[in-house]
């Protein structure tokens, strides 16, 4: 059968692993802001500002990781932005939340617009090209999967292994960690909830705007508005999918892209006649599924949702 | 005293909120290897010197000396650094994690770039052979008992090298036997050198096991003394400001039975059997108190009467009429009273007002609305006359319940349940968290609803409450409870050890009910 030769194809994993990095870079950062008890539903709009604002950095002369850098800082901002909000007033994390989404993507088309005001087919730059590792990319298969990739796909690799590393290993990881299973835990041993919360959003929604960029620095060569497509509801769903574990967050980015490429492929094979729609519709279902089996026994951080506030219990 | 430095010296501290003075001119000096009771009423100001203490809030006037040395206000670090320690009335506890982590965090700095879990694993070993609390490092919190969540409480204190610790309220979740355990590690930490200030109102514990006490009423020390020349009597007049409020008890004359389960058993979600097979009576007139460790089934129980269990199996029968398909609304209509366990999350709807809280069990009744339109002039003379008659302090009818205090929200249930004239109330620790005079009233009324031919269904983790009001006393354990206890047949080690499920109740200690 067509479809089970594809599995052995492994021009279908390396584009898998490929297709796999934005969303990994958002799952890593939601799972940063969530362990630390925030749940940060801007994440849609602060990966439309991180493709955007990257895009535009190197459009205007800037270079590539310069561009992945100036991604980051402004994912921090709406970071920040969130954490203003969410963790010293107290707001609901939802309502702020989607609200970030919408400003994020609408700042990002407005301002694209505003910059380019007379362009009808969007403007292209050279975005990274795959880097082969010397002696690894020479690995049969793995080499070609892993190895022969774009250098952000390569970075996302590194980033779940630093990030669990961060997490288990150091004072800092069990400081975030606790924070998101009780805040009061941490306050009466003389460290500051709200300076812990903050910094995990930041740099969570910095790891978010990476992602975006990675679509128009690397998977692209363009800005398109509205290209995230969804990308970042589909990181807190596996967020939940992973058990808030980055190992299983690369597990699940992992499937869930491998579902994506291989609706492309399958619709590109005259041979199976479904409608295009079915092979789309392919990862979502998969999504809802895993959701549904997962989330059973998913042990979420307990004080996600709960504002702290200093002196309340 | 006065001999040598004291370890912990505050002088003179005073704290405003607007008008309110809740600590006005405090002394308080600490020696090594001494135990200290603070005792006071809810609002005595215990809380706020503490808070002080820790660096939550800062004192208008006075000072703070540790071993000498000034402690900076309003830093929490200081005062960790300095050498205090405090074990919190609701543990400070992540449940989904190790003992280890909720030692440990915080203690090594942030910038590590790699935490020494093994060193950290030993050290707590050594203390808790040390101290003889047998605590395991790596076991997750949540599969702890509460007397050893306490343990890692005091172990996560002497881990940062405390030398004066402060306990609130220890053991009012501890059954007598742990709290023994407690107070004998606590001996054990004080002859070691440590310092140790414990906050109760529970007069017996500061008797045995204080060696000085300090009362605080109105903010200000009313009493301070050893404790060898003091007595309980003498010191709960010095709380309550005056004569105590005494509770009279009236001689019960069981009637009918109201409330009947038999062979009663109910699971939750998870299949987990929450009541195992329970029987249960309570007649007409009498105060049955449910005693127990919290999680064994009382909460269930509680809520099975108070129709908020639909599913289960075995005969519930009230007033002589089977329960089928109970349900909250028909269990007030049948005339059950309900005082929950816990009054901001399932008593009260702490942003609607006084009113609205009042007439929550009643509004759709009959005389309070018409045509389905409230009926505001019956509503507001009934919350007046209600106010007036339980006593209740608040801003008005109209203020938000979450503004009162906890002794006033609790006459408000109160009155809520006892202006129905329910036939049975069933009260799930109705005077968890009181203060002396209110916990007097509360009983006070519950002996009069039952001798005007109520029957009460008291559960309580206090056992001193069950040995003053109850009438009769069974043990919850697991989901199933022992016959009938008189009060008056045993004591509290007895219970004690019912309660931790060591000892079955022997027919011995049963009482003569048939």
Redesign the interface.
């Known amino acids: 059968m067509d479809l089970l030769l594809i599995l052995f194809e492994t021009g279908f994993w390396a584009a898998t692993v490929r297709m796999a990095t934005p969303l990994l870079f958002g799952t890593l950062g939601e799972l940063i802001c969530e362990r630390a008890g925030v749940l940060n539903l801007g994440i849609e709009g602060i990966m439309a500002a991180g493709c955007m604002a990257g895009w535009t950095w190197v459009y205007f002369g800037g270079d590539l990781w310069t561009g992945v850098l100036f991604a980051a800082f402004v994912g921090a901002c709406f970071g920040l932005l969130h954490a203003i909000f969410t963790v010293h007033l107290g707001l609901s994390q939802h309502v702020t939340g989607l609200g970030i989404t919408m400003l994020g993507a609408a700042l990002s088309s407005f301002v694209f617009r505003m910059l380019l005001p007379n362009i009808t087919t969007p403007p292209k730059i050279i975005p990274f090209a795959p880097v082969k590792i010397p002696v690894l990319s020479d690995i049969p298969v793995v080499g070609e999967i892993l190895f022969r990739q774009s250098p952000m796909t390569m970075l996302a690799l590194v980033a779940v292994v630093a990030v669990a590393y961060v997490l288990k290993?150091?004072?800092?990881g069990?400081?975030l960690?606790?924070t998101g299973?009780?805040p009061?835990?941490?306050?009466?041993?003389?460290?500051s909830v709200f300076a812990i919360r903050t910094t995990a959003v930041v740099i969570g929604s910095a790891f978010m705007a990476v992602g975006g960029a990675f679509l128009t620095l690397s998977a692209f060569d363009a800005f398109y508005i509205g290209m995230v497509n969804g990308r970042g509801w589909i990181c807190i769903a596996l967020v939940v999918f992973a058990s808030w574990n980055p190992g299983k967050a690369l597990v699940g980015t992992l499937i869930f892209a491998a579902f994506d490429a291989l609706q492309m492929r399958v619709q590109q094979q005259t041979a199976v006649a479904l409608p295009y729609q079915f092979y789309l519709m392919m990862p979502y279902i998969f999504s809802i599924v895993a959701l549904i089996v997962m989330s059973r026994r998913s042990?979420y951080?307990?004080a996600l949702l709960v504002p702290f506030r200093?002196?309340e219990? | 005293m006065g001999e040598a430095t004291p370890l912990l010296s505050l002088r003179g501290i005073t704290k405003r909120f607007g008008a309110l003075v809740a600590n006005d001119d405090i002394d308080l000096d600490l020696q090594r290897g001494e135990m200290l009771a603070l005792l006071g009423e809810n609002g005595a100001g215990k809380t706020t010197l503490m808070?002080i203490l820790f660096g939550?809030y800062t004192a208008d006037e006075g000072s703070i000396e540790i071993d000498g040395a000034p402690l900076p206000p309003g830093s929490?670090?200081a005062a960790?650094?300095a050498g205090l320690g405090?074990v919190?009335q609701?543990f400070?506890?992540?449940?989904?994690?190790s003992v280890v982590?909720?030692i440990?965090?915080?203690?090594?700095?942030?910038?590590?770039?790699?935490?020494n879990t093994a060193a950290a694993v030993a050290k707590i070993r050594a203390l808790a052979e040390r101290y003889e609390m047998d605590v395991s490092p790596y076991s997750l919190v949540k599969h702890l008992s509460v007397g050893q969540r306490q343990r890692v409480e005091i172990l996560?204190a002497l881990y940062r090298h405390t030398r004066i610790l402060i306990l609130d309220e220890p053991t009012a979740v501890l059954t007598p036997q742990e709290s023994d355990h407690l107070f004998a590690t606590l001996r054990l930490l004080v002859d070691q050198g440590l310092a140790i200030i414990f906050i109760t109102h529970k007069l017996r514990e500061v008797m045995a096991a204080s060696d000085r006490c300090l009362v605080l009423r109105h903010g200000k020390v009313v009493f301070a003394c050893r404790t060898a020349t003091t007595s309980s009597e003498q010191l709960a007049r010095r709380m309550v400001g005056g004569e105590l409020p005494e509770v009279r008890r009236i001689a019960a004359t069981p009637g009918d039975p109201l409330l009947e389960l038999g062979g009663l058993s109910a699971e939750n979600d998870h299949g987990y059997q929450l009541l195992d097979h329970l029987d249960l009576t309570v007649n007409a007139g009498e105060i049955v108190g449910i005693a127990g460790v919290s999680g064994n089934g009382q909460s269930q129980l509680a809520d099975l009467v108070s129709g908020m269990i639909a599913d289960f199996s075995g005969t519930f029968m009230l007033a002589g009429a089977p329960i089928e398909k109970p349900s909250p609304r028909q269990m007030v209509r049948r005339g059950v009273g309900r005082i929950p366990e816990d009054r901001t999350a399932t008593g009260l709807i702490g942003d609607m007002t006084v009113l609205e809280n009042l007439a929550l069990e009643s509004y759709w009744k009959r005389g309070f609305n018409r045509l389905g339109f409230l009926a505001a002039v019956p509503l507001r003379q009934r919350t007046a006359e209600l106010l007036g008659r339980f006593d209740i302090r608040c801003a008005g009818a109209d203020a938000p319940v979450r503004t009162m205090s906890g002794g006033n929200m609790q006459k408000l249930i109160l009155a809520r349940v006892l202006a129905e004239r329910p036939i049975l109330i069933v009260a799930n620790q109705p005077t968890w968290g009181l203060d002396v005079g209110a916990t007097a009233f509360v009983h006070q009324r519950l002996i009069e609803a039952s001798r005007e031919g109520a029957g009460v269904l008291l559960i309580s983790e206090d056992l001193d409450e069950l040995f003053a009001i109850a009438d009769t006393i069974q043990v919850m354990y697991q989901g199933t409870l022992s016959p009938p206890i008189d009060p008056a047949r045993t004591n509290a080690a007895e219970i004690g050890l019912a309660m931790s499920g060591q000892r079955d109740i022997s027919q011995a200690m049963i009482s003569a009910r048939d």
């Open positions: 290993k150091t004072p800092a069990l400081a960690c606790m299973e009780n009061s835990a941490v306050e009466s041993q003389g460290l042990a951080p307990k200093k002196g219990r | 808070n939550h929490p670090k960790l650094g405090m919190h609701h400070t506890l992540a449940d989904n994690m982590d909720n440990m965090v915080g203690v090594e700095p942030l910038t590590r770039f790699r935490r996560k």
